[in-house]
């Protein structure tokens, strides 16, 4: 039993409870009905070069048959992509899913550490990298690794000449941003169009449950796990969605800002999927972290929507010039990926005349489960009312719902949960219970309206601008670094990410300094995942079985006199 579903008195006009799942069979059935749509419509557009969805369609059969017909790969052969927002991505995920494979998600910024093991747990057959991470690759599969082929781009090379040459000089020879790497064997991305271009692409039949992304994410165990996001999940995410918005789609054609890197489930899905299936334009920002670029690129682009996390707002509204923006057209933004801070909305508000409106997702649910209604006036503190074909409830430690207005733990139930993770049953009972509910770790609150409001998090899970990190990883790493005897990471509150990860450690070697923590650190961890703050401690707190008790590390400490 769960609770009743006040949400639906509170949805927007014309949005349906339900979605028709049945109309795409999978991801492709939605692309290839905008390339007949919307064909000489702009798809994707990048340092000034604009592919269309013709243009995306020729190019992705032409990299699905290099992948069956020179690889020889087999239906549900891994494919891993590594590289941040270019033109080489939609081609690259587009013809990965036509060739009826599975696409494997990768960050580039991953350490080789990282990346050995995301191929590794994949067994991703081919690994397709820009040229700024070959050094990592390089590393990552000096062991050996389960590759049959590596392909390698620069960031340059689908732009057009002279620019894309331009572009690629200026990152390796001036901006130093390309290390020398070397990988036998591997073949450039544009000589495997040209080698697919010379065989038909085979007809394949791609079900409704075939895995279409292996979607990376942290896991209690601090190993990182691959959600198995099926075409149906996909599929399922983006009609919910696209009915949660439709109504405000603009029918003269939607340009969106592309910031978050599409790499990460959010604007995969809300960007890059959602939005193809509108002929809508993304704008990809290939380095949003350079905050002064990215405003002179978008001041005169005329953008009709933009997604991203609380960061990457607060970001633009405190760089010079972003108040210059042409915010004409600007009628949809789309905040997800961490708690949106009203602070920032309001200002947001006060900017651009357009409402910060918030969502909620996970990884495991494609991502979106709860939005806010689009035509939301101002921020609202909440993450808004489950999407169509969604339930959600609120549950205590026992599994009972809790009554109204009272905290449980929100637990999500719907199409888009994914089927499990990756060759991990027993990981995957632990969030998926026996009815059905995706368990998400977040203690919530429903108000008599429907709407959701998060209020802690029930697990250990630290969320930095978007991203998770996994406390166990984080230690694990330290704890390999000699003159380490204890280590316990916890989130901090942090006005910039959200939160930002500290670290307690306890010395083996006196002379151990925090210098030689972070410097390793930056060898074994993602930017986002390496401590801000390390303290140490003569002993961390523990439990009489010796489970160190994070719970404490979070409290303040108590003065010395109080028992």
Known sequence: ??????????????????????????????LESAISLYRDRVAFSNFGKSLTYGDVDTLSQQFASYLLNELKLKKGDRVAIMMPNCLQYPIAIFGVLRAGLTVVNVNPL?????????LQDSGASVLLVVDNFGKTVQEAISGGSTLKQVVTTALGDLIGFPKGAIVNF?????????????????VRFKDTLTLGRRQALP??????????????????????KGAMLTHRNMVANMQQASVWIGRDVKPEGELIVTALPLYHIFALTANCLVFMKFGASNHLITNPRDMANFVKEIRDVKFTAITGVNTLFNGLLNTPGFENVDFSRLHLTLGGGMAVQRAVAERWKKVTGVTLVEAYGLTE???????????????????????PSTDACLKDDDGNPVALGEVGELCIKGPQVMKGYWQRPEETAKVIDSDGWLHTGDMAKMDENGFFYIVDRKKDMILVSGFNVYPNEVEDVIAGLEGVLEVAAIGVPDERSGEAVKVFVVKK????????????CRDNLTGYKQPRYIEFRSELPKTNVGKILRKELREPPRPANVR
């Open 170 to 186: 200026v990152l390796k020879y001036v901006k130093k941003m390309v290390p020398e790497y070397d990988i036998p064997g591997a």
């Open 203 to 224: 007809e394949v039949d791609i079900a409704p449950d075939d895995i279409a992304f292996l979607q990376y994410t942290g896991g209690t165990t601090g190993v990182s």
């Open 365 to 387: 649910t494609a991502p979106a489960a709860c939005i806010n209604p689009m035509d939301l006036k101002d921020y609202n503190g909440a993450i808004g009312l489950p999407i």
């Open 1 to 30: 039993m769960i609770q009743e579903r006040p949400w639906f008195k509170s949805y927007p006009q014309g949005v349906p409870r339900e979605i028709d799942l049945e109309e795409y069979r999978s991801v492709v059935s939605v």
């Open 509 to 520: 070697d006196p002379s151990l300094t925090e210098e030689r923590i972070k410097a390793f």
């Open 110 to 118: 991953y350490t080789p550490r990282e990346l050995k093991h995301q």
